[in-house]
């Protein structure tokens, strides 16, 4: 892991921290319920959720208004399952490694609103892919750091975490990539400014940042490019997310640039309120040269990566990938296709 910077989503730190002061009321739940474990681990709700079919999956289940929460059917494709290794296959379950202790990310990992279900972005698409395979979806939740101790021990068989791909990482794991890591630009509804991609729009702009995150990192970057042309980017950090959006509604900064879900997140709830705001733009967490992923993370040789990019895949083909991102918000991250392996965060900057 890296301690320096934060990388935000899909970060080498914990999802946790990195992600911290949305939903406040929502993690002091998941907090309260997770301490309840034993060990950094626990098993809540650890199948696709109470009353469901194996064929059908409920998207957003308690999510406390974070996601719509929607119904999608899904069939097993027994091409896909034999391909599974035997000791996968044999057990009839996909043992879904989740770090979301102690508090969770929402909307990516956290305990709902009813206390016991792991809900989120991340523990529903493993769901989905479960049901492709024809597989019992088994979630385990851990710390960060416990996820990859399940994977190496061989007791998880693959973590959907909101884990980015990178280089260092690939040396001990695969990778199936299913969703963009994005940042991106939050802004007030009435403000009609967006970003495309060009650090030349923030001119003459004030833009709030977390301190010590890789989207510092990028937005510092930016900012001397600008000064270097003789214009003015002003960087400004608060203590927490209330600050920034109470600044955001005040007029004292013109922009938030933080973790795409998060913002997307936050856009939903701001929607009925006096102050309602939108996503301007992305820009991809592992730099203008690079599109970063958050993939699908088995151990390395066991043979999972592959037929679950197939199922992936599947889902993006028969339409129930795009019903998963619309439900959380998240349709501005999805991908074309699941990709083994692809490229990934280089390990000057891992």
């Known amino acids: 892991m890296h301690k320096l910077i934060q990388r935000v989503p899909g970060s080498l730190r914990s999802p946790g921290t990195l992600l911290r002061g949305i939903a406040v009321g929502t993690a002091a739940l998941a907090l309260a319920s997770s301490l ?3 060990g950094g681990d626990s ?5 696709a959720g ?3 079919s194996p064929h059908a999956v409920t998207i957003g289940r308690s999510s406390n208004g974070a996601a719509k929460e929607t119904a999608i059917k899904v069939s097993e494709v027994a091409a896909i399952r034999a391909k599974l290794p035997e000791s996968v296959s044999g057990g009839g379950k996909l043992i879904i490694g989740i770090g979301a202790l102690p508090a969770g990310s929402t909307p990516l990992n956290y305990i709902g609103d009813d206390q016991k279900t792991l809900t989120g972005v991340e523990p529903d698409f493993g769901r989905l892919v479960a049901a492709v395979l024809g597989l019992e979806p088994e979630l385990r939740n851990s710390t960060w750091e416990n ?3 399940g994977i190496d021990s061989g007791k998880t068989s693959v973590g959907f975490s909101n884990i980015t791909v990178t280089e260092e990482r690939k040396k001990k794991y695969d990778f199936a990539s299913y969703r963009q890591d994005n940042l991106a630009f939050e802004v ?3 403000n009609k400014w967006s970003f495309t991609g060009d650090y030349e729009a923030l001119a003459g702009k004030t833009v709030a940042v977390g301190a010590g995150t890789n989207q510092e990192k990028i937005l510092l970057e930016w900012q001397k490019k600008l000064q270097g042309e003789g214009k003015k980017l002003t960087v400004k950090r608060y203590p927490d997310n209330n600050s920034t959006y109470l600044a955001l ?3 004292k ?3 938030f640039f933080g973790p795409n879900p998060s913002i997307s997140y936050h856009v939903t709830q701001s929607a009925k309120t006096p102050n309602p705001t939108r996503n301007a733009g992305k820009f991809s967490g592992a730099g203008g040269t690079l599109q970063g992923l958050i993939a699908a993370t088995t151990k390395a040789g066991s043979g999972l990566a592959e037929p679950i990019a197939e199922a992936i895949n599947y889902l993006i083909e028969h339409g129930q990938y795009a019903k998963w991102l619309a439900a959380w918000n998240l349709s501005n991250e999805a ?3 699941s990709k083994v392996n692809p490229p990934g965060l280089p390990l000057s900057n891992s």
């Open 253 to 255: 900064i013109d922009a």
């Open 50 to 52: 109470a009353g469901q």
């Open 36 to 38: 309840t474990a034993c």
């Open 335 to 337: 991908v074309e296709t």
């Open 147 to 149: 996820l990859f101790v």
């Open 188 to 190: 007030l509804d009435s």
């Open 43 to 47: 098993d809540a709700d650890t199948s």
């Open 249 to 251: 509604a005040g007029g």
